[in-house]
């Protein structure tokens, strides 16, 4: 409820401006933006929740008449590890087949009510449409479907076989195909090169407008079979955005495993009876998990700017502070 406020004092002049219907807002909105962000804080929901429970517990004594009637630790351990379980294969299922539907629901409520679609130019973009097939263009409009300065190469084990170059490149969506003005094509064989020229030339290319205009902040829209299928298809087409896209894939199955690892560092922690009480195990397990969501932003900027392997930069922090959790657990009063 805190978010959702908020959120709506911020957008509320856009509200006003474009007048969205209110069941629009409840439905096409707020409907998708909740699980949205329950699923992103649901680590941190549970931490708190484990510390909170737990050190009430332990200031009681509970935790020691628990131990002293003769339950292990590790019986004791068993009930917040299986709700974890249960929590973190939720967060899966949202994360890889839930959220990324209600999120394209959002984002087409955004583009219309409050964002706008983002329209402007691409530059430079290299995309091997097939297997020895690079396709370049200088300049691209995305507003218009529109390229400056085309090229189309070909390429055996020998090298070049043909070229194709263009002026212009536009899209004919009537026909589903694209037309190169002012076109120069060059055949390269073993007896030597054959140019041919001509104002305009309609061909069908492996390409559609949407492959000039990825956006990372697509991922979210994808559930986890259609990211793959898509990271495959941008390696085989050397996308420069490819590394974000991984990242986004190893950080669907790395993050639910946060709430079982937060899950025994707060167990760990907060057993213990402490004089400060439940406010001095909060504070130190609250700093903790700060430390844990920091680190993950530090390693994927690193996965994302830098030749970090994306599985990498995703595990780190999980590997770091499982092992924390580990010792923690180790050294708890048992």
Known sequence: MIIIIFDFSEKVDDFIEKKPSTHAIIFEYYFNFIPFFINKFSALFTFISVIFFTSKMASDTEI???????????????????????????????????????????????????????????GNIHIQVDPGVFAYVETYNIKENSGFRFALEKFNEKGMTSKLTGDYIRWDSTNQRWTVENWVKRIITDKGEKITKGAKFDTTLKLTPDDFNIDVDYAVYMNYSELRDFID????????????????????????????????????????KVRGGIGLNLGIGITICFAFILFMQVTTVFATFSNLPPVVAVWIPNVLFGLLGIYLLKVAPK
Do not use: C, D, W
């Not at 790395?254 to 690892?261: G, S």
């Open 233 to 272: 298809t941008e390696k085989m087409r050397g996308s420069g955005s490819l590394m974000k896209f991984q990242v986004e894939k190893h950080s669907r199955i790395a993050f639910p495993f946060a709430t079982i690892i937060l899950t025994v560092i707060g167990v760990s922690l907060s057993s213990r």
């Open 64 to 122: 020691i008449a628990i131990l002293n009637s003769g339950v292990s630790y590790r019986r004791l351990l068993r009930p917040y590890l299986m709700a974890a379980t249960f929590i973190a294969l939720l967060s899966f299922i949202l994360t890889n087949f839930i959220i990324p539907e209600t999120s394209e629901n959002m984002h087409e409520f955004q583009k219309k009510y409050l964002k706008g679609e983002k329209i402007g130019n691409r």
